[in-house]
């Protein structure tokens, strides 16, 4: 009986774990070359129905703000090396924090939760890109915080506009997130120093 039980604990635990996808590694070569992409950038309102692969996921976020360098360093950059981005990645199977460090989606629920970032658009995936003010700790005016937040939100939006352009995936990116910062907390159970700056809806072009 102990034995069992042991082995139902065990399996629960394994469970648990496997809630959160560990993404494969992203792939650092290939696409569009730069000019190629900024040539191709545009934004893409109408999505087919077809999930995007962990790779191209993988290769998304690394390119957003993934850590291209040993010292935990991102492809984006942030006032003061704060760090203060966070990418919220919702999915039809449910909605998950980015670990950049550990190229890992972490599940926060299991709710389809992609309107609440791109409300008029079908897509496979979207993206919240949100501020912890709270690790902006070498700025004390809020409105110093929320404007570095902003201009740091507009580095990763624009990684993931020249990303999509060249693996000829689609994006738009949508401003109104920050309007609906209080329900994106709840939903998201995030902190009240959470900042929702921008939305992606990204997918195959239609």
Known sequence: MKKV???LVAFSFLLTLAADIKLPAPQKT????LMESLNARKTIRKYQA?????QEISNLLWAACGVNRPDGKRTSPTAVN????TLF?????GSYRYDAAKNLLVEINKKDLRKLAAPRFEAPLTLIIA?????QSRMKDMAKKI???????GYVSQNIYLYCASASLGTVAIGGVADNGDVIR????????????LGHAVGIPR
Do not use: C, N, R, W
Request: charged letters at 30%; glycine letters at 6%; hydrophobic letters at 35%.
């Open 186 to 197: 709840k939903e998201l159970g995030l902190a009240k120093s959470f900042y929702p700056v």
């Open 50 to 54: 077809k999930e995007l692969s962990m």
């Open 89 to 93: 990645v919702l999915l039809k199977k």
């Open 147 to 153: 404007h570095y937040s902003d201009v740091d939100s």
């Open 82 to 85: 704060a760090q203060e981005i």
């Open 5 to 7: 039980l042991f082995s």
């Open 131 to 135: 501020s912890d003010t709270a690790k």
């Open 30 to 33: 290939g696409g569009k070359s």
